[in-house]
């Protein structure tokens, strides 16, 4: 027994669950006490027993479940929880309560379902209810029933949905079980208790017993509404209320809901749609036209059948309808008139709205028919249009019903001022607005002035229910002319009119009983008509009576109840009232007029008036002024004044000072006096012809305005502008269109006439005089400020010149809203009128304007023939018919909105197949638009919906053409129309992701900018909710962007209540969207800014509506600019809480965010990021790879975070506006530098939320992010950290993905970032994710890769291609031929990059290519050998060709990531700082390099101190003698083992895009340069850190200059160090002299191009900059080698006079330059190799032949040329002819012309030169010459060879001879020396010959390097000691080679292993070939000599590279490794 009670020890929770019953009781006992006690509703407690209330109601033990049942209850009334457990404890109450013999059982069951209910879940629990209706259990379905009925007595019909319920009754009346028939009529008593008669349909087809059944029941039910007896819990203030004693407040209240319930449920919605149009009678059409009456009769009774359905499907009825209408128009059979009536009422009532489309054409037909005078047929007509009038609006038919109210006919004329009246009473005030009021009393006027008493009856009747509707103040002004008789008869109808308005019960059964009834009223009033009964009244009330009762039951029509704008548009309306009683007075004789003068005037006054003397005439005026002043309003006579004023002179008067006076007295008068329109008639025209003088213009525009105030500004322009047009006087005609340009705005436009002034401007602007034009376009401005744009279209057909004219006044305007008046208002207004009160005023005013516009009859063009062209089977002809209509509208310009069948026809072309029609309508539809104006409104449910329509279609340009037309009728009708009815939900409802999109966001654009909408909009909202889970993600979107914008005008509680029928996963979703809408839902647009914008007329709404739109967007505009981060917080804060959205944010909470805000942002938590990377490893979470986020991946980040990112900050990062964002990244960049550990730490979360921001498209925050990844990426390569793969595999894919962006800043940054991304992951994984990016479909991605491609592996060499260099390279040529020309060049330079590391090896690699992409590849690769170092701003591709072309030195322009630098480094050690050696070797050795890479693999990039190092003892045994110029040996081991590397470092970091790091660079430079014993160590890196500084310069120019964000002293700073360390380093002559002609190129044109940057100037220490520039490019010309500057200077001008968009000063400094090297010739001349330079003037010639140079705009170039010759000739006299050496065909070269010339002009002048020297001097040798002579030829030469100054000089004329004369014998000139000095003369002249071989095929401008050129003498005597160049001539390293080659030989060493170390030649020497000019041609020809000659190969002075370039290795290679191995072993063993 023991083990049985185990379980009293188990806690509650266990016990629920236990399998023994008595355990699971007790178990549920306690849990019922712990739930009574449980005190909070948001204790955890509650959550325990979540899972198990399920368990608690559905208990197999009856007596246990009782007991579970208990507590359940309690749970669920008491837990906050309880709400997520209805689904599952209703089912379970359903299935296994309800089923229970137990009354309490099922008691306690249907209380738990109540109480679910009471906690807001009523729709889960009455789904789940209705579910159990369907079980087979009868207990069940009882059961079900009676909580439903309980439910809908308890909570009322508000609460419980009573359709889904109605719809399954009848079925639950069919059922066998009594029991279940009797619950079913229970619960229908309830129903109707609430909803009345809108059940009666739905249950009519129920067994009729039944229905007699519940009819008797439903009798006995009271007629009181009933209210609720229970509440939901956010109702329970309500209750408490109601159960105080009933005081008139509580039944406010009450009635205040029951208010509220009953139009809550309106029968139609109850009842099912049925589609009937399928079911007509296939011969329907057929019969309908039959010629048998009989037939037409079957046909048309066969649609009544149909459409007696109370509810109709939508669907295309226009047919039907067309059909119908034809027979109640033109069928001769009164029946069938009838008949087709009734199908048309059947319809209209069945379709409701949805039929409004076809109302416009029904309406006039029915109309016209009551010309009928048959009862029965009139009653049915009279039925049929007031059904229609349901489904549309009045301001929809007016057009129609005013045309049919001038009818002759008087029953049509009664008829329809009766459906007039019976119209209005639908109306309120808000829907009876003024302009649709104006048009229908001008119309009953008329007919109440009838001679048919009917019709006049009937217009009072319609009058008086106006009066009703929209109360007197609004109908007042229109009955201004009316008799008081007529007037107190409106008025009694008005007071018998009761409005259907102000009951509320709008129940369609009723409204079908008695329908007949209005008719019969009417019928009635007719017949009394008839009767001509002289007693009007008598008949009537009994009429009127019945009416009402009659309508009373009518369902309200859909519209506002009488809003506060309904009180009456006060403002305006008071104004045209008082206009219309002004003041008439007739016209008075001159003697009645002088009598009454007389009385009021001094009588010397009015004897003075014409006396001849002026001074009188003037002293009476002023008498007249005062006495005017004096009167009073009421006693002044104005007519009599005027007339005496006019008297004789009157307006002829010839003194201005009298005229003025006059004028100035008619002004007073109009504003003093009552003065009427005669007394204005009188002055007018006088004042017309004065207004044009100078002197009294002024006097008479006053005058003017003053008249145009009192008698109105419409009347007096009309008046004053047929006068001034009428009389020929230009001046005059100008001055009065200024006036009135004026008058408007100062009085406003309302009331003008602009058809008049149209024309008279027309005549204006025909004037010859260009005043009188001008004015007249002036004029048109101000109305285009009125009118809008479409008054353009009455000028269109003006001369162009003139129409160019008006167009440029319009565009001044546009954007201008118009003044608000100032004069015209205080006479005619009220005080104190609020205009923003009437709602309606602004469209009015606009609609005044564009009524004015004279509109054309266009319907009698619309031909049925045209109609019938428009719906051709062919194509050719629809487009006929289109062009048609279009010239039709054109032409017509204003059209009126009657257009026939037009509507038809085009709609049926808006889904032609062609979608060229579709197109070609959908612009005819915009053209209709503006042709038509407001009128347009009528048709936008036939022809505007459809166009919605075709906002699915999936052409884009088709799309964008619809939403232009729609936007176009929206801009015309205002979007009330559109939003009325269905049409636009069922348009929603379709699931066309295209349809769906395009309105989404239409009507996300239009429903800000609107103060109101109609309530059908909440019908679009299921589909909205539909769309936020639409498959399509733009659908989705857009759907999101709508949501606020819905919920600004439905309410939050609308919008969240209508979530109930969704799916309960759906329905969270969409709720936290609501949530998320409700925090960014903007306010509604205030009525002020409508009330100010009333004067801009027909534009007002238009022009509204952006300035609501940017509300939202000034908000973004003003937090996207900030400057500063840290401002960032407080001013987005601050700039939202002035817009109206702000309003949201309080400003208590932003004081608790800032306490919160204290602490660290990142939390470091231990083994955070590895416990995420395994559970990613082992699938626990999702990877992080994506197309675009979804939701699921947002969410797992913000749960990563949540516990490493401080609350508040991880707020900001996942906030739904990207103001947020920005906010969260300042505050991140805020917190980088202090929480380092935090920001690795969380390092993976970043990155991956920073992704995610990628895929915004705000700039902004992109902008932002990408700034924050810069600074992030620096400070993880200080922190020497190593990305992760999962970090890296998560970030870098996104980030490649932007680097494709369209805006180039953005790609920028990517870019920038990528390489900050090589110092923190390997470069070879990166290249691994950049080729990836390289396959997208975006081709500025693409482009983008491939170049990054092309710097990675011109950083870090080919290792970085991964998998394989041959996969990559051929991956990398695929894009050769890519259609995208950007991508094309960018696979081209990466491969030619690679050429440029790798030479011809890469075309292996590349495989087979398409002959296309070759030769595009082989081009390129020529051109870039070829391209001389000009463009100083080249694209950055080219800048590493350069550098290559120096100095391949892969690791020099950026620095890798730590872990290739190392191996980087080592490998440059182990070389002793020889890339080129690195790139020859072959494999074996790159081995042994590996090797020391591990060896060294902690060695970090702190390389400085490495210096200590000392490594001489290491080359012990091969010491080589040490020559006084130079140490090599101790050079070459000291320098090179160690610190050139370094130096390597350094120099590579100089070129850097960071400014700090460049400064470090060169600080640590200028060190060096600074102290003479160190100095020596930059030797052999001279051109090296040229390049370096020369690329810096140009970073500077192009980037750093431009960066808006860069301090400009960081820049200037930078300038500082370049130049400083340039003239430390020019002031070193040996180190000078290194830099090569291409680097000494590339660096003046960085220096002058400095010189000459204006924005430099500009900046506080620019001229300093400026000034130590100058002295620096002094220092480059002094201290460099003087054959290299010259000829770099050369090229310079060359490349800049030949750049078209170099600037004339940059070639004008380049010459200056050149200038001063002509002036330190004289001293130079003797170092200077005259031959290069010769060379680069002949290259300059051939470019610029004299006669190109002529055309030069400046003189320069030529002069400086001549002068530079002269200065060389005057130097070197005849002997400069033999300095042509280097010229291929000396013949054709221009120069030795123009040197000969030279020459012998000089010889003319001097004479003193014998011809025999200088023949000698020139090596001019005739073949006849003599022995002797030759002998001493040779002779000097040798003598030349022997002598140290001129040794080269000699040699080179040894090989000029021997080449001349290949007989000549020098061997007896040899035999006397030693063997040494033949073969170095021997030697030379190889060298010479292989030097000329190559010159010859250079074809730009290129000198031979200096280290080419042999230069030592070793005379048999001399030591090495004495080897010096004593022409300063800087000796390359070949010398050295040569000279130890030498003294090996002459120790008896072996030469070999010296010869053979290829570093030696590398290290000192820049490759032989300059960039200016590396060809690969030359190349190949000198290849092609090294094979012929293997010893020759050995001893040429070629360096390594250029072995190295062609990709051929000496013999001897094998030697060198075995050589280089050895020396690596001893490296080893040394450091170990």
Known sequence: MGDDNEWLKLPVDQKCEHKLWKARLSGYEDALKIFQKIKDEKSPEWSKFLGLIKKFVTDSNAVVQLKGLEAALVYVENAHVAGKTTGEVVSGVVSKVFNQPKAKAKELGIEICLMYIEIEKGE??????????????????????????????EFGSKIILLKPIIKVLPKLFESREKAVRDEAKLIAVEIYRWIRDALRPPLQNINSVQLKELEEEWVKLPTVAPKPSRFLRSQQELEAKLEQPQSAG?????????????????????????????????????????????????????????????????????????????????????????????????????????????????????????????????????????????????????????????????????????????????????????????????ALLKHINDSAPEVRDAAFEALGTALKVVGEKAVNPFLADVDKLKLDKIKECSEKVELIHGKKAGLAAEKKEFKPLPGRAAAASGAAGDKDTKDITAPKPGPLKKAPTAKVGGPPKKGKPAAPGGTGSTGTKNKKGLETKEIVEPELSIEVCEEKASAVLPPTCIQLLDSSNWKERLACMEEFQKAVELMERAEMPCQSLVRMLAKKPGWKETNFQVMQMKLHIVALIAQKGNFSKTSAQIVLDGLVDKIGDVKCGNNAKEAMTAIAEACMLPWTAEQVMSMAFSQKNPKNQSETLNWLSNAIKEFGFSGLNVKAFISNVKTALAATNPAVRTSAITLLGVMYLYVGPSLRMFFEDEKPALLSQIDAEFEKMQGQSPPAPTRGISKHTTSGIDEGEDGEEPDDGGNDVVDLLPRTEISDKITSELVSKIGDKNWKIRKEGLDEVAGIINEAKFIQPNIGELPTALKGRLNDSNK???????????????????????????????????????????????????????????????????????ELKKENPFLRQELLGWLAEKLPTLRSTPTDLILCVPHLYSCL????????????????????????????????????????????????????????????????????????????????????????????????????????????????????????????????????????????????????????????????????????????????????????????????????????????????????????????????????????????????????????????????????????????????????????????????????????????????????????????????????????????????????????????????NAVRNAALNTIVTVYNVHGDQVFKLIGNLSEKDMSMLEERIKRSAKKPSTAPMKQVEEKPQRIQGINSNANMLRKGPAEDMSSKLNQARSMSGHPEAAQMVRREFQLDLDEIENDNGTVRCEMPELVQHKLDDIFEPVLIPEPKIRAVSPHFDDMHSNTASTINFIISQVASGDISTSIQALTQIDEVLRQEDKAEAMSGHIDQFLIATFMQLRLIYNTHMADEKLEKDEIIKLYSCIIGNMISLFQIESLAREASTGVLKDLMHGLITLMLDSRIEDLEEGQQVIRSVNLLVVKVLEKSDQTNILSALLVLLQDSLLATASSPKFSELV?????????????????????????????????????????????????????????????????????????????????????????????????????????????????????????????????????????????????????????????????????????????????????????????????????????????????????????????????????????????????????DRPPLTSLLSKPAIPPVASSTDMLHSKLSQLRESREQHQHSALDSNQTHCAGTLTSSSTTNIDDLKKRLERIKSSRK
């Not at 789904?127 to 007595?153: Q, Y």
């Not at 029953?411 to 001022?417: D, L, P, R, V, Y």
């Not at 959908?922 to 036939?942: D, E, R, S, T």
Request: charged letters at 30%; glycine letters at 6%; proline letters at 4%.
């Open 916 to 986: 060229i029609l579709v197109q070609q309508t959908l612009n005819i539809l915009q053209q209709l638009a503006v042709a038509m104006g407001p009128n347009i409104k009528q048709h936008v449910k036939n022809l505007g919906i459809p166009v919605i329509t075709v906002l699915g279609d999936s052409k884009n340009n088709v799309r964008a053409a619809a939403l232009a037309t729609v936007n176009a009728w929206a801009e015309q009708t205002g979007m009330k129309e559109w939003l009325e009815g269905e049409d636009l939900s069922e």
């Open 250 to 442: 509580g039944d406010a209240e009450g009635g205040g809901d029951d208010g509220d319930e009953v139009p809550q449920i309106d029968a139609y919605e109850l009842l099912e749609a049925v589609e009937v149009l399928s079911k007509l009678p296939k011969d329907f059409y057929d019969k309908i036209e039959a010629k048998k009456w009989q037939e037409r009769k079957e046909a048309l009774e066969a649609v009544e059948v149909l459409v007696k359905n109370p509810k109709l499907e939508a669907g295309d009825y226009a047919d039907l309808v067309k059909a119908l209408k034809k027979v109640v128009g033109k069928d001769t059979n009164v029946m069938l008139v009838a008949l087709a009536a009734k199908c048309l009422t059947g319809l209209a009532v069945g379709l409701r709205k949805k039929f409004g489309q076809y109302a416009g054409h029904v309406v006039p037909t029915i109309l016209e028919k009551f010309k009928e005078k048959k009862p029965q047929v009139v009653q049915a007509l009279q039925e049929a249009i007031d059904a229609i009038f349901l489904t549309t609006t009045l301001q929809n038919i007016s057009e129609d019903v005013l045309a049919v109210m001038d009818n002759k006919n008087p029953t049509i004329k009664q008829q329809t001022s009766l459906f007039i009246a019976r119209s209005f009473r639908h109306c309120t005030a808000s829907t009876l607005p003024k302009s649709l009021l104006k048009p229908f009393c001008a």
């Open 1711 to 1955: 010459m200056k330059c050149l200038w001063r090297m002509v002036r330190l010739l004289p001293d130079t001349i003797n170092s200077i190799n005259l031959d290069r330079i010769l060379l680069d003037i002949h290259i300059f010639m051939k470019v610029f032949p004299k006669e190109k140079l002529k055309q030069c705009k400046s003189e320069f170039p030529i002069r400086t040329l001549k002068t530079l010759l002269h200065t060389l000739c005057k130097l070197k006299g005849p002997k400069i002819l033999d300095h042509l050496t280097m010229i291929d065909n000396k013949n054709e070269s221009e120069l030795e012309a123009h040197l000969c010339r030279m020459m012998k002009h000089s010889m003319d002048q001097t004479g003193n030169k014998s011809d025999k020297e200088t023949e000698k001097g020139a090596s001019r040798i005739d073949e006849k010459s003599s022995k002797a002579k030759v002998n001493d030829f040779l002779a000097e030469i040798f003598k030349k060879i022997g002598s140290k100054e001129n040794t080269k000089e000699g040699l080179a004329e040894l090989y000029e001879y021997k080449k001349k004369y290949s007989d000549a014998d020098i061997e007896p000139f040899l035999k006397n020396s030693s063997q040494f000095f033949q073969s170095y003369v021997e030697r030379g002249l190889r060298v010479i010959e292989m030097e000329r071989e190559g010159k010859g095929r250079i074809p730009t401008s290129t000198g031979i390097s200096p280290q080419m050129e042999v230069t030592c003498v070793p005379t048999p005597t001399s030591t090495v000691s004495s080897i010096g160049n004593t022409n300063g001539e800087e000796v390359g390293p070949s010398v050295y080679l040569e000279r130890l080659k030498i003294l090996r030989q002459r120790c008896g060493l072996d030469n070999t292993k010296q010869d």
């Open 1029 to 1380: 889970e639409d498959r399509n993600g733009d659908v989705r979107k857009k759907a999101q962007d709508a949501l606020p914008f819905f919920m600004m005008h439905l309410g939050y509680e609308k919008m969240a209540k209508a979530t109930g029928k969704l799916k309960p996963t759906s329905k969270d979703q969409v709720l936290a969207l609501l949530e998320k809408a409700k925090a960014n839902m903007p306010a509604k647009p205030a009525a002020p800014a409508k009330a100010v914008s009333k004067p801009m007329g027909g534009s007002a709404p238009t022009k509204f509506q952006p300035t609501s739109a940017s509300v939202e967007e000034s908000v973004s505009s003003t937090i996207e600019t900030k400057p500063d981060p840290k401002k960032a917080k407080t001013q987005g804060a601050s700039s939202k809480t002035k817009t109206t959205q702000g309003k949201k944010i309080p400003s208590k909470t932003n004081l608790k965010e800032d306490e919160d805000k204290s602490g660290p942002i990142f939390i470091v938590v231990p083994n955070g990021k590895e416990q995420r990377m395994k559970d990613e490893k082992g699938l626990k979470v999702l990877k992080w790879n994506f197309t675009t986020p979804r939701d699921e991946y947002i969410e797992q980040l913000k749960t990563q975070m949540s516990s490493c990112v401080a609350k508040w900050l991880q707020d900001e990062m996942f906030h739904s506006d990207f103001q947020h964002h920005n906010k969260a990244l300042a505050v991140m960049v805020d917190h980088l530098e202090s929480e380092k550990e935090g920001v690795i730490g969380c390092l993976d979360l970043i990155l991956k939320w920073l992704t995610l921001r990628f895929f915004d498209t705000n700039t902004s925050v992109l902008m932002k992010a990408l700034e924050y990844l810069k600074l992030l990426f620096t400070l993880l390569s200080e922190e020497e950290y190593h990305l992760t793969e999962s970090e890296a595999s998560s970030f870098i894919p996104y980030l490649i993905v932007k680097v494709g962006e369209p805006k180039d800043v953005i790609r920028r940054d990517v870019r920038a970032i990528l390489n900050r991304m090589c110092l923190v992951y390997p470069a070879s994984k990166m290249f691994l994710f950049i080729m990836e990016g390289t396959k997208s479909k975006n081709s500025k991605q693409r482009a983008e890769c491939l170049e990054e491609l092309g710097c990675l592996v011109e950083s870090y060499g080919m290792n970085v291609c991964q998998p394989t260099p041959g996969k990559a390279l051929k991956e990398i040529a695929i894009h050769i031929g890519d259609r995208d």
């Open 124 to 153: 889960a629990v009455q789904e789940e209810l209705l579910k159990g209706l369907d079980n087979k259990n009868p207990k069940i379905i009882v059961a079900c029933i009676e909580t439903l009925r309980k439910a809908l007595s």
